[in-house]
């Protein structure tokens, strides 16, 4: 079955974004640009014809993507649905650490190690299977239009699946904070 027509953004930036700290389950303030972040966001699906009849505004339940869903909920006149399928992966034993703090205790097993390996090696972290199957389940459970506040890593794997990709493909999913991946009678545009 053809997925409906998905807006997948990623929460605005965080304090923890700014000192490059891990986050994976715990929480943190959006900043000054986070909610400017928010708030533009929110227009840019206002342009895009989205209203509370036609779309289901879905969020993960973590406080800085509720955060930025607050001013899409309040603009488009839907209510935020919190889901955990759609929470940020879990960091285990990095979660609230320093990237500085991680290079120290776990140093790169080779340079110029990728965003996905990184990931790959968190101690008592959530496996990358953990985050497909959840993410998926969200995914097959769409009836309607849907907008979806994330997370940086869970949208990766949600856009990945959207696109019909494997797990293998991730890589060529980009990041973006700040911007929109729309997903339209099956074809991607970046709204910013």
Not at 35 to 55: C, F, P, S, T, V
Not at 126 to 155: D, K
């Amino acid at each position: 079955m053809p997925l409906p027509d998905l807006y997948i953004l990623r929460h605005g930036e965080t304090v923890a974004n700014t000192e490059g700290r891990m986050q994976g389950a715990l929480d943190s303030p959006l900043t000054a640009k986070g909610i400017a972040q928010a708030d533009a966001m929110a227009g840019l699906l206002r342009k895009e014809g989205l209203l509370a009849d036609n779309i289901d505004l879905f969020s993960s339940p973590q406080g800085r993507a509720l955060n930025t869903a607050a001013p899409i909920s309040q603009t488009l006149g839907c209510a935020v649905q919190p889901d955990s399928r759609v929470a940020e992966i879990g960091m285990g034993q990095w979660a609230g650490l320093l990237l500085s703090e991680i290079a120290e205790r776990w140093p790169a097993p080779a340079p110029n190690e990728t965003v996905l390996d990184f990931y790959s090696r968190v101690p008592e972290g959530e496996s990358f299977a953990s985050l497909w199957a959840r993410t998926g389940a969200f995914l097959s459970n769409l009836q309607r239009p849907a907008v979806i506040v994330t997370h940086g890593f869970t949208s990766r794997f949600l856009r990945a699946q959207v696109m019909g990709l494997s797990i293998n493909e991730l890589a060529q999913v980009p990041d973006g904070q700040g911007v929109i991946f729309a997903f339209r009678e099956g074809r991607q545009t970046i709204l910013e």
